[in-house]
């Protein structure tokens, strides 16, 4: 994992309710010149997901984790802890790991900035950010952090961001269209090459 990896580790909530956010992530890392990496990337039935999610935070330099979704499930009752134990592992992954990966840098989103302490105090000291619940906040503070890391002031700021994000994605219902594709229907590995493609050949 050498000091130029762009690449960024997306932990996130996966389900309807939040993808429009996890799409805001994919199109903000992107555009500021990264590449997005998640456990959705490889569908292989062969490979253990766990052991999957090791290797991708292995190889990543950067982590954007969202740990914001603790509330209880209503089918089960009981609370979801992918995202908290993917942050484990990639701080864990800092703290023990060879030279290389103690060069990892991340940023962690709760929905309110000291609600985690509530259920995940061991990290208590931890610099979380707060999206509130809110795209664009979201968009900026991911924007504003990417920027940081990359130096590159090329890379636009949040708010204009959010805007080409919003523009984006009225052009990615027109793309979809075109290729018989439904956007509720996208792989992951899809909404990267749609968010590429766009970028590549802005309208």
Not at 89 to 113: N, P, T, Y
Not at 129 to 134: D, G, V
Request: proline share 3%.
């Amino acid at each position: 994992m050498a000091a130029a990896n762009r690449d960024v580790f997306i932990n996130c909530p996966f389900d309807s309710a939040y993808q429009t956010f996890f799409r805001g992530i994919v199109f903000v890392v992107i555009r500021s010149g990264f590449r997005a990496r998640c456990a959705l990337e490889a569908d292989d039935a062969s490979e253990n997901r766990y052991a999957k999610i090791c290797k991708i935070i292995r190889d990543c330099r950067y982590g954007i984790h969202d740990i914001s979704r603790t509330e209880l499930d209503s089918r089960t009752g009981l609370p979801r802890f992918n995202m908290p134990l993917e942050l484990g592992i990639f701080l864990g992954a800092k703290q023990f790991g060879i030279s290389i990966q103690k060069a990892k840098r991340c940023i962690v989103f709760d929905r309110e900035k000291y609600r985690y302490q509530k259920y995940i105090s061991d990290i208590s000291g931890q610099d979380i950010h707060s999206h509130q619940a809110k795209l664009e906040l979201l968009i900026e503070e991911v924007a504003s952090w990417l920027r940081d890391q990359s130096r590159d002031p090329k890379v636009p700021g949040g708010r204009k961001m959010a805007t080409e994000f919003a523009a984006f994605q009225e052009e990615m219902l027109k793309i979809c269209a075109a290729r018989s594709w439904e956007p509720e229907e996208l792989t992951f590995g899809d909404y990267a090459e749609l968010v590429t493609t766009y970028l590549t050949f802005p309208r």
